[in-house]
């Protein structure tokens, strides 16, 4: 069975300071997999995906197969980045989209 | 823009009570998905629907029931509301095959007493 882990439920960083959002992947075939970001009073939507290999408000995330992970990622943390982040999966078989739990994002000023 | 509209953005009903959550989208997609959102258990699938009158269960569809007659349209039915549905219930929908992109409403708290 396909399983999307985020260990981290809250992630507390200050202004500037890198940050790492962890996911990890249980797939045996060859997955798809996405950020969505769910910002304080907003809709939950879609920030990245891997397959387009992009940069999305300075956020990055590469598919490391051998780890099964899709760490997102990015250099320099902003303030409006403080959201609930969800890892999802797409597995060819079912085309379902498989969320994780979350992580909560704080970034201090 | 696209959008997808929940009707209510809080209810409160009693235990008990049969409630209907209405979930409408103006994009023509054919897959529309009912979800729980639950602080550290994340978003877990009740049902969803890829037709008009088609509907599959997802991983807790225990207690709810779903109909979609039309296309824009997909509801959420708890038969008899328990205080454990007592959630963040999110609407979703996608083209058909392309679930790599979900268009989320803007959610519904219930609070069942």
């Known amino acids: 069975a396909q399983r999307v882990t985020q260990p981290e439920k809250l992630l507390s960083v200050f202004k500037g300071a890198p940050v790492e959002l962890k996911c990890n992947y249980s797939y045996s075939g060859s997955p798809e997999l996405f950020w969505y970001v769910q910002y304080s009073r907003q809709r939950l939507q879609l920030l990245l995906r891997h397959i387009s290999r992009e940069s999305i408000k300075g956020f990055t995330a590469d598919l490391n197969k051998g780890e099964t992970s899709f760490h997102l990622k990015k250099p320099f943390a902003q303030e409006e980045d403080s959201a609930m982040y969800y890892c999802a999966l797409l597995s060819g078989g079912s085309y379902i989209p498989t969320f994780g739990r979350g992580t909560s994002l704080i970034v201090h000023p | 823009d696209v959008k997808v509209t929940q009707s209510s953005r809080y209810l409160v009903k009693r235990t008990g009570e049969k409630v209907f959550l209405e979930c409408v989208q103006d994009?023509?997609?054919?897959?529309m998905f009912w979800y729980r959102q639950d602080p550290g258990l994340g978003l877990r699938l009740i049902y969803f629907?890829?037709?008009?009158?088609?509907?599959e269960k997802g991983d807790i569809p225990e207690g709810y029931s779903v109909s979609r007659e039309k296309k824009e349209r997909f509801s959420l039915i708890l038969e008899s509301a328990s205080t454990n549905q007592t959630s963040m219930y999110l609407c979703?929908?996608?083209?058909?095959?392309?679930?790599?992109?979900?268009?989320f409403g803007s959610g519904t708290q219930l609070s069942v007493l």
């Open positions: 994009m023509d997609h054919e897959n």
């Open positions: 629907s890829y037709d008009v009158k088609m509907k």
């Open positions: 979703a929908s996608s083209l058909e095959g392309n679930n790599e992109k979900l268009f």
